[in-house]
């Protein structure tokens, strides 16, 4: 099981540490460093910024958002940054909900996020592989565009600047059954918000017939600490922004998510307390067990003995998220 690291999106500003951490995970043998966007930094440019300061480290989005940019437009800013760390580019990709594609992107979320998300990565292949000029007649994302409001004027075309690899690997963040089946399909690896590994059950539907070499990438927060349950109250603030804030009360599929492993009562009334603006208490009535199925946190040897569980399931890397020097050091001596 590969170990990387995975550094989120800016809050309020960029985060000095990252660099450093990015460089000590290099310096212990860590496969991969990710970065991530929402509604305020990007994921491509802080990753750049790393590669920059780092030589030999994976670098990967997780995610990038689709409804960021056209599916050329990231294939650009893909291709670009492989060849200039010199073949170190691992793009992840996400679809992200309806409150995020509509409120901050300004675009509709797709009625058949499936296809849309199919004709996306279509595109990508397209242009990575440069065997002709990007076509696709597409529900969402045709090339050349043929809506009734364009000028009919466009021209199929293939990128200028050669891709440095045609196999850059590819991921996606999926959350649904249906979703996360079809990434095993037109993926190379995938990317889970939530795993448990003593709940591998909820997703063993979506994950039969896996292709060879195909990569199961979670995230979770790893700290060494002494007291379990001060670790784990990061990881319920998280639990309760996403369940409560990231989507609205009819469509959240983090909160589907949280309901299909066990926690249904438990993620509804997370959504209540934090649309009534009772945000403390939202992240309170996150249970610890639900907390403490995804992370790995607590003293070294309590680490040690649960990362058994991570490694006996399907998990090809874990990625430890908001990690630490010393988390990073006692990771890489258990791995």
Known sequence: MRLGITLGYWGRGPKPEHVALAQEAERLGYDSVWTAEAWGSDAFTPLTWIASHT???????????????????????????????????????????????????????????????????????????????VSLDGRFHSHPYAGEDGTGLGKPLKP????????????????????????????????????????TDVYEASLTDLPEGFRIAPMARVQVCDD??????????????YIGGMGHASKNFHADLMARMGYEAEARRIQQLFAEGRKEEAIL???????DDISLVGPRERIAERLELWRKGPVTDLLLMSPDMETLRVLSELG
Do not use: C
């Open 160 to 199: 200028i600047t050669h891709p440095l690899r045609p196999d850059l690997p590819l991921f996606l963040g999926a959350e649904g059954p249906k979703n996360i089946a079809q990434t095993t399909r037109i993926a190379d690896g995938w990317l889970p918000l939530y795993w448990s590994p003593t709940r």
């Open 285 to 291: 009535a996150v249970p610890d067990t639900f907390a």
């Open 55 to 133: 030589s030999t480290i994976k670098l990967g989005t997780a995610v990038a958002q689709m409804a960021a940019r056209t599916p050329t437009a990231t294939a650009m800013h893909a291709l670009t940054l492989d060849h200039l760390s010199g073949g170190r580019m691992m793009l992840g990709l996400g679809l992200s909900g309806p409150q995020v594609v509509e409120g901050w992107y300004g675009r509709p979320f797709p009625r058949s996020p499936l296809t849309a998300t199919r004709e996306y990565v279509d595109v990508i292949r397209q242009v990575l592989r440069r065997e002709g000029p």
């Open 228 to 241: 379990v349950a001060a670790g784990l109250l990061p990881v319920k603030a998280m639990l309760g922004f």
